[in-house]
C-alpha cells in the first residue's frame, strides 16, 4: 500500500459561521455552527477513527436551508484524545453539550455507523430535543469478540479488525479498513480522506473505544417516537443492509435502500444522499405549491444556462464568442451564466447575464490558487482536493436547474455538472453540452505508481460513466482538432486517448475568442512600443533575473515584467532598465504587440500567441499535467514556442532563448478562427 | 370551425369504482366514487355548459393517490335538467355537493373548482368548513376583480341582427345556433394555439344540454362582489389559486384577487389560457396533488 503524507486540510466549500469548544469531565469537544435556517440538523460524529470532515459532502448543501451542527468527537479531530471514557453514554453526553453549547432546542439529529447508537439514545433520552433522526449505515448490535484482543499469527479480512494489529499496523488497518468502508469502484478520494482523517488519532485511542462501546441499545428503540429514516447501501460491507432493514423494522421507519452503495453513502454518492436529508429535513409546508409562476412549454422563450469554469484564464473568452455565434443561430436565446470570478469579470464586462446563485458559488479558483506553490500546481491533486467544493456547486446548479427550466446546459469544464449528472442521471432535465480542451488525466513521472493508478483510475470511472450513460452528453465538443490529442493511453487496459476521444467528441478546432491582431505597427504604437525597441512581456516569475545577460545580447532590449495582482512588485529583484508591473489592463494587446512573451505554458496565452504569430518561450508549471502533456503536444503541432525547464533555466539560459527568439519570423501553423462558430452550430442543434 | 357530431363517449382511462344519484327536491344528480385513498378530492361541476367529464384529464391520476368524487350539475351530463331559474341558484349547486359527500360517506374533501365551480367552492368552504379541507381554485369566476375586456358585456336578453364575439352570450342567438355559441365560447375558453381537442370536448358536452338550460343558469342567483368578499375572508382552510395569464374569459386579476382574498397560494401559469386542468393537465395534476399532499 502505497500511503501519503496527511496533508493540510484542503479548502472546503464552507467555513463555519461560529465554532467552540464545550468541556465535559475535562475533556474538549470541537463544534462547528454553520447557517442561519430556522431548523436545526446535527451531524454526529461515528466511531473516532475519522471526525466532522467526513461529512463534508453535506454540510454545505443544507447549511444553505438549514442551521447545521458538527462535532469531532472525542478521540478525533480538535477533540481531545483521553485515554478513557468511549462508552455510547460519553458521545450521547457529548452531543447534549454540544447542542447545549450551541443553543439549539431542537434538531433533526443525523447519525452514520456507530454514531447512530448516540443519535437513538438522543431520539429515546431527549425527545424534546430531537424532532426527527437519520440512520445511515445502521450498526448491529454485536460484541466486540473476545479474538479482538489476541494477536493472530496472520490477519486476513476481518482478522484485522484486532487490537494488537491496530497497534502494530495501524495505517495498514487503515487503509484496509476504509477499502470495505467505500467498497465502491473508483473510491480513491473517499478512501485517502479517510484514512488522512485516521492518522489524526492514534491506535491505542481507538483500541481504548474498544473497550467501553456497548453497542447493546435494542431496549431504547422502544422509545424512539420522532419520525426516523433510514439509509442503507445494499453493498455495505460493514453493516450488512439487513441490519439497516431490521432497525428501520423495530423502529417503525421508513427504509431507503441505495442499490450497490457501500456503508458510506454520505461520502460516495452524496448527491443522493443530499437530497434525501433535505427532502426528510423539510417541514410539510415547505411542499406546498410554491407560489410564482410556471410557463407553459410553448410560451418559453429559448434558455440556455452556460456553466464556465473558472479554473484557468481561458475558458471565459471562449464561452462568450460561442455564446455570442450561439444568438447569431437563435437571436432570441437567452443564456444565463452561473460562473465565478474570473470568468464573471469579463461576462460582466461583456454584458452578459449573470445567474444570481452564482453569488453563492464555492470558489474554485481560490482553491487552486491555494494550491500553487512557486510555478509549482500539481493539477490533478489540486482538482482531487476540491471533491468538497464540487459536490456544493452540483447541488446549487442543481437547485437553480430544479426551480428553473431551461431548454439547454452547456457546461465548459465544468466538472462538478458532468461527474454528478452521471452519477445521477435522472436529475438531467434539459439538453446537456459538455465541452473541454484536453481528455485524460495524466501522471506526473515523479508522482509514482500511485499517482499512474489514480490518474487511470478517473479515466476509467469516466469511460464507464459514458459508456453507460451515453445519454448524459448530447453533444460532448473537443476545443482542438483530432491531432491536439496526446497520443497517450488512459492507462493500462484502457483504449488510446486519441481513439476513444474521436469516438466520442465532435472537434470544434481552436476557440480562440478573439481576432487576430491585423496591424500590429498601429498597436505598437498606441501602447507605446517604439519600432526600434524589442520588446519582451514576461508574465513568468523568477525570469526577471534572465534581464541582465539578455540585455547584453540583444542591447534594443525592453524588457516588462507582469508580476500579477498577487505578487508586490517591490518583492521582486530590483534591475536596471528592467520595468516590474503589477497590473497590465488588455494584457493580450501587449503580448500580441510584443517581440517575445515569456510566459507559463497555459494552454489560452500560449494559443493567443500563435495565433498572433509571435514568438514565446513557455515554461509550464512543475506538476502541471495538462501545462506539461497536453499543452505542449497541441504546441508542437502548431510549431509554437520554445518550451523551457523552470528548474534547468539559469538566467544565462533563458538569455540565450530569449536572444535566439525575439523578433523571430515564425512559420506556425495558422491557428482556426472558425472555432466558436463551428461549436455553436452543433450546440444550436440542441435548440 | 367544423366541430363533429356529438358522438359515443371515448374510452376512459378509468372507469368510477362507484356511482349513483342523489334527488333533492325531485332533482337527481349524477355522482361517481374513483379509488379510496385518503383523502377524497371533490371534483365540483362548473357551469353547467360542461359535464363532469370535464375532469377527465385529473380522475385517474388524482385517483391513484387519492379517492376522486365527481358530479355532474344539474343541467347536463347524467342528472337532470330543469328549466327553472332558482334550480340553478349557487346555493343549490352547493347543496348538491353536500349531498353527494353524504351519499358518498365522505366527511371531509378537498374542493377542486373551475371557473363558475368557484362560487360554490366559496359556499362550501366558508359555510361548511369542516366539510372541507382544503380549496383549489382554477381560473376562478370571482367578480373581485372586473373581467378585462367586453365579455358578458352585451344585453342577454335584446336581439341583434348580428351577434358578433361576446355579443353571442343572448339567449336569442343560443336559440337559433347554440353551436355557434359554444364554438365561440370555448375559443375564448382555449387560447392556447393548438387546442382543438379541448375544444371540441367541451362543444361536445355542451351539445348534451340545451339553450333552454343554459338560459335557465343565466337567470339564476350568483354570488355577488361583496358576499365573495365575506365568504373569501371566512374561510380558513388552505387555498390555492391556478390562474393562467392568458385567460380570456375571466383574466388573470379575479384569480390574483382571490388569492389576495382568502390568503392562499397563488401559481400563476404564464401562456395558459382559461382551462389550464385540459390544456396543461400534467402541470396542474401536480400541482393539485403537492396540493392535497401538504394538507396531512
Not at chain 1, 468511549?86 to 452531543?95: F, I, K
Not at chain 1, 452556460?306 to 447569431?328: C, N, Q, T, W
Not at chain 1, 500590429?520 to 519582451?536: F, K
Request: charge should be negative.
Amino acid at each position: 500500500v502505497i500511503v501519503t503524507e496527511t496533508a493540510r486540510e484542503q479548502t472546503r466549500a464552507r467555513y463555519p459561521d461560529e465554532e467552540g469548544y464545550v468541556e465535559r469531565d475535562g475533556v474538549q469537544i470541537y463544534w462547528e455552527r454553520y447557517g442561519e435556517g430556522e431548523r436545526t440538523v446535527t451531524f454526529l460524529p461515528t466511531w473516532h477513527i475519522i471526525h466532522s470532515r467526513s461529512w463534508k459532502a453535506q454540510v454545505p448543501y443544507l447549511a444553505r436551508q438549514f442551521r447545521v451542527v458538527i462535532f469531532d468527537p472525542r478521540g478525533n479531530g480538535k477533540s481531545d484524545r483521553p485515554q478513557t471514557g468511549y462508552a455510547v453514554e460519553d458521545y450521547y453526553r457529548d452531543a447534549l453539550a454540544v447542542l447545549d453549547a450551541a443553543r439549539v432546542e431542537r434538531t433533526v439529529v443525523v447519525g452514520f455507523s456507530d454514531g447512530t447508537y448516540p443519535a437513538v439514545m438522543l431520539a429515546a433520552l431527549a425527545p424534546e430535543l430531537v424532532e426527527s433522526v437519520v440512520l445511515i449505515g445502521g450498526q448491529s448490535e454485536e460484541e466486540t469478540p473476545a479474538e479482538f484482543w489476541h494477536s493472530r499469527q496472520r490477519y486476513e479480512g476481518w482478522d484485522k479488525y484486532n487490537a494488537v494489529y491496530w497497534l502494530e499496523h495501524y495505517e495498514e488497518f487503515l487503509w484496509w479498513f476504509f477499502a470495505q468502508v467505500c467498497s465502491e469502484p473508483h473510491s480513491t478520494k473517499q478512501i485517502e480522506d479517510s484514512v488522512g482523517w485516521g492518522l489524526e488519532t492514534t491506535a491505542d485511542v481507538l483500541v481504548a473505544n474498544e473497550r467501553e462501546f456497548d453497542r447493546r441499545i435494542g431496549p431504547l428503540l422502544a422509545r424512539v417516537r420522532c419520525p426516523v429514516l433510514v439509509i442503507h447501501g445494499t453493498e455495505d460491507a460493514v453493516a450488512e443492509p439487513e441490519h439497516g432493514i431490521s432497525l428501520a423494522q423495530e423502529l417503525g421507519a421508513p427504509i431507503v435502500l441505495l442499490e450497490g452503495s457501500g456503508h458510506g453513502p454520505q461520502m460516495r454518492d452524496p448527491v443522493k444522499v443530499n437530497g434525501l436529508l433535505r427532502e426528510f429535513v423539510e417541514p410539510g409546508p415547505a411542499r406546498e405549491p410554491r407560489a410564482g409562476t410556471w410557463t407553459r412549454a410553448r410560451s418559453r422563450p429559448r434558455r440556455a444556462l452556460y456553466v464556465s469554469s473558472p479554473i484557468g484564464l481561458g475558458h471565459a473568452r471562449r464561452d462568450v464568442a460561442i455564446a455570442k455565434e450561439l444568438r447569431k443561430l437563435h437571436p432570441e436565446l437567452e443564456i444565463d451564466w452561473l460562473a465565478q470570478h474570473p470568468v464573471t469579470a469579463v461576462l460582466e464586462e461583456e454584458g452578459e447575464r449573470i445567474h444570481p446563485a452564482s453569488a453563492e458559488l464555492a470558489n474554485e479558483s481560490g482553491h487552486i490558487e491555494s494550491e500553487s506553490a512557486e510555478h509549482d500546481l500539481h493539477v490533478f491533486q489540486a482538482w482531487r482536493r476540491m471533491d468538497e467544493i464540487l459536490v456544493a456547486n452540483f447541488m446549487l446548479f442543481h437547485d437553480v436547474v430544479r426551480d428553473d427550466p431551461y431548454d439547454l446546459w452547456i457546461g465548459d469544464e465544468a466538472w462538478e455538472v458532468d461527474y454528478f449528472l452521471h452519477e445521477n442521471p435522472e436529475l438531467k432535465t434539459a439538453a446537456y453540452v459538455w465541452l473541454t480542451d484536453f481528455v485524460g488525466w495524466l501522471p506526473m513521472s515523479d508522482g509514482g505508481d500511485r499517482e499512474a493508478f489514480l490518474t487511470a483510475d478517473y479515466n476509467a470511472e469516466m469511460i464507464e460513466q459514458i459508456a453507460r450513460f451515453p445519454r448524459v452528453r448530447d453533444q460532448a465538443i473537443f476545443v482542438g482538432n483530432p491531432e491536439d490529442l496526446v497520443p497517450d493511453s488512459f492507462g493500462p487496459e484502457l483504449p488510446a486517448i486519441r481513439d476513444w476521444t474521436e469516438q466520442h467528441y465532435d472537434f470544434a478546432g481552436y476557440v480562440t475568442g478573439f481576432e487576430p491582431v491585423q496591424d500590429r505597427e498601429r498597436l505598437r504604437a498606441e501602447l507605446g512600443y517604439s519600432p526600434g525597441e524589442q520588446v519582451c512581456i514576461v508574465t513568468v516569475g523568477g525570469s526577471g533575473d534572465a534581464y541582465p545577460p539578455a540585455k547584453e545580447l540583444v542591447p534594443e532590449l525592453r524588457m516588462i515584467v507582469v508580476a500579477g495582482p498577487r505578487i508586490d512588485p517591490a518583492t521582486l529583484p530590483e534591475e536596471d532598465g528592467l520595468e516590474v508591473r503589477s497590473y497590465v489592463h488588455d494584457l493580450y494587446r501587449h503580448l500580441a504587440a510584443s517581440d517575445l512573451a515569456v510566459v507559463q505554458g497555459g494552454l489560452t496565452t500560449a494559443m493567443e500567441l500563435t495565433a498572433n504569430g509571435r514568438p514565446f518561450l513557455y515554461f509550464p508549471l512543475r506538476h502541471h499535467f495538462e501545462q506539461n502533456f497536453h499543452v505542449r503536444h497541441r504546441l508542437e503541432r502548431y510549431g509554437a514556442g520554445r518550451r523551457m525547464d523552470f528548474d534547468e533555466a539559469t538566467p544565462d539560459v533563458t538569455a540565450q532563448a530569449i536572444a535566439e527568439e525575439i523578433g523571430r519570423e515564425v512559420d506556425y501553423l495558422p491557428v482556426e478562427t472558425d472555432g466558436a462558430a463551428k461549436a455553436a452550430a452543433r450546440i444550436a442543434e440542441l435548440l | 370551425m367544423i366541430v363533429a357530431e356529438t358522438v359515443r363517449e371515448q374510452t376512459r382511462a378509468r372507469y368510477p369504482d362507484e356511482e349513483g344519484y342523489v334527488e333533492r327536491d325531485g332533482v337527481r344528480v349524477f355522482y361517481e366514487v374513483y379509488g379510496d385513498g385518503e383523502p377524497t378530492v371533490l371534483l365540483l361541476p362548473t357551469w353547467s355548459i360542461v359535464h363532469s367529464r370535464v375532469w377527465k384529464l385529473q380522475i385517474p391520476y388524482l385517483a391513484r393517490h387519492c379517492r376522486v368524487v365527481t358530479f355532474d350539475p344539474r343541467g347536463n351530463g347524467k342528472s337532470d335538467r330543469p328549466l327553472e331559474a332558482s334550480a340553478y341558484d349557487e346555493h343549490e349547486l352547493a347543496a348538491d355537493a353536500l349531498t353527494v359527500l353524504d351519499a358518498t360517506e365522505t366527511e371531509r374533501a378537498v374542493l377542486v373548482s373551475l371557473s363558475l365551480g368557484a362560487h360554490r367552492a366559496l359556499l362550501l368552504a366558508a359555510g361548511r368548513p369542516n366539510r372541507v379541507a382544503g380549496a383549489v381554485f382554477i381560473c376562478p369566476s370571482v367578480p373581485l376583480a372586473s373581467r378585462p375586456g367586453d365579455q358578458f358585456s352585451y344585453s342577454f336578453e335584446e336581439p341583434f341582427d348580428a351577434y358578433h364575439g361576446w355579443a353571442k352570450v343572448n339567449r336569442h342567438y343560443w336559440l337559433v345556433d347554440f353551436r355557434g355559441f359554444l364554438e365561440f365560447f370555448f375559443s375564448q375558453m382555449f387560447t392556447e394555439p393548438h387546442s382543438t381537442k379541448q375544444v371540441e370536448d367541451c362543444v361536445g358536452w355542451g351539445l348534451e344540454t340545451t339553450p333552454e338550460v343554459l338560459i335557465a343558469t343565466a337567470y339564476a342567483a350568483q354570488v355577488k362582489k361583496d358576499e365573495a368578499r365575506a365568504l373569501s375572508s371566512q374561510i380558513a382552510c388552505p387555498v390555492l389559486v391556478l390562474q393562467g395569464t392568458e385567460d380570456a374569459i375571466e383574466g388573470p386579476a379575479r384569480g390574483i384577487a382571490l388569492a389576495q382574498a382568502t390568503g392562499g397560494r397563488l401559481v400563476l401559469l404564464a401562456g395558459s389560457g382559461h382551462g389550464p386542468h385540459a390544456r396543461d393537465p400534467v402541470r396542474v395534476n401536480l400541482l393539485i396533488r403537492e396540493f392535497v399532499e401538504s394538507l396531512s
